[in-house]
């Protein structure tokens, strides 16, 4: 199925060069907050929500990398950026690439924070199909239950991510669900990424592990890697 991109939900604040901020699965922009803060004094920050996320548009089928990064370019064509710092953490790192490579004139920045370049191993392939499976007969909440100490160790975050993840739509879970499982290996083409990037890594990560960062750093042409200790996903 050939899915057209969608008009995204977005929030706008500050001035100066564009820096756009991609959330990951299942989240939305709200995450974003506390950097949004801190950035706003020195940018032009757009937080959207994903496609299937948050209070953007939720379509059928499967949200491709590249589908979310057309809606992402569709976006700031509507708000005249022309070029922009592109921010991903975990799944909108993966966007985050895939717009790199579809459309490297309009980017001026790549930061990558909890993310990495990698398909998904079999073993990961196989278990976001479970958790597919899992959403269908169970709800999201049930999977985003499952997930979250995975994300955090911090049970002062527990509620209120728990509450952010189970308020995705079940399609929107399923649909990033099956585009991160068939999402194509992004490391032979990074060197072609000719802007600045950061790779941002948590040393306490149990979702990306610090070796795949450590690899994606070294393959970007101006990349380098920024390590925090005892930080988790």
């Known amino acids: 199925m050939d899915l057209e991109p969608v008009d995204l939900y977005y929030e706008e604040t500050g001035q100066g060069y564009p820096v756009v ?5 299942p989240l939305n922009h709200t995450i974003w907050n506390p950097v949004v803060e801190r950035l706003k004094e020195h940018a032009r920050v757009i937080t959207p929500d994903l496609r299937g996320h948050g209070q953007s548009p939720v379509t059928d089928g499967e949200y491709s990398m590249r589908l979310m990064a057309e809606d992402v370019h569709t976006l700031l064509k509507k708000l005249g ?3 922009a710092v592109v921010v991903g953490h975990s799944m909108g790192g993966y966007v985050s690439l895939a717009f790199a490579r579809a459309y490297p004139n309009c980017l001026g920045g790549l930061a990558m924070v909890a993310s990495q370049a990698e398909a998904d191993s079999p073993e990961k392939r196989q278990a976001r199909y479970i958790a597919i499976e899992e959403v269908g007969r169970k709800g999201v909440r049930a999977v985003a ?3 979250l100490p995975k994300l955090t ?7 209120e991510l728990l ?8 399609k929107g879970v399923i649909g990033a669900l099956k585009g991160m499982a068939e999402r194509p290996d992004a490391l032979e083409w990074l060197a072609e990424i000719a802007a600045p990037a950061v790779v941002i890594a948590g040393e306490g990560d ?11 750093a070294q393959m970007l042409t101006r990349g380098w890697l920024m390590e925090l200790p005892h930080a988790s996903h």
């Open 206 to 216: 149990v979702i990306i592990p610090i070796e795949h960062s450590r690899t994606m």
């Open 153 to 159: 160790p911090r049970k002062d975050l527990a509620p």
């Open 145 to 147: 239950k499952k997930m």
């Open 21 to 25: 901020l991609l959330h990951g699965y």
């Open 163 to 170: 509450d952010m993840m189970q308020k995705t739509p079940k």
């Open 81 to 83: 950026v022309q070029k």
